[in-house]
């Protein structure tokens, strides 16, 4: 019997800017390295929490994108779509993805706030 995650539709739904993510391998460990981090914990990753925790607690975040879903198309997401992303990575695209897909953030929202960070990156 498998206990392997099944997809569901936001599995189909492509969002180009976190495919670009995963074909530019931009995980954490990598981009550290290139910029002298020694840090083993993203910066983002209690942001990352943070999000999560609010959804979940949220009566809208409930509405939006509830735990159980949250966490299953995370699952699903993690296995499939951004499967060559280690942890937290695949879990942060796969929060993009399902909010995207719902309509909580335009992706050309996403793509701006990830050129803003880029800039500040490389600047």
Known sequence: MSTA???GPAADAVVAALAKIVERNQV???MAAKYGVDNPVPPWKTSLDGI???LDHSERGAQVLGFA????????LSATVYSE???????????AHSLV???VIEESELEDRLA?????LQG
Do not use: K
Request: glycine share 8%; charged share 40%; net charge neutral.
């Open 5 to 7: 995650p099944t997809p």
């Open 101 to 103: 897909v719902r309509g």
């Open 85 to 95: 992303l280690p942890y937290p990575e695949n879990r942060l695209v796969a929060l």
């Open 52 to 54: 999560c925790d609010a």
């Open 116 to 120: 803003a960070v880029r800039g500040r």
């Open 69 to 76: 879903d949250r966490r299953g198309e995370e699952d699903a």
């Open 28 to 30: 954490w460990e990598r």
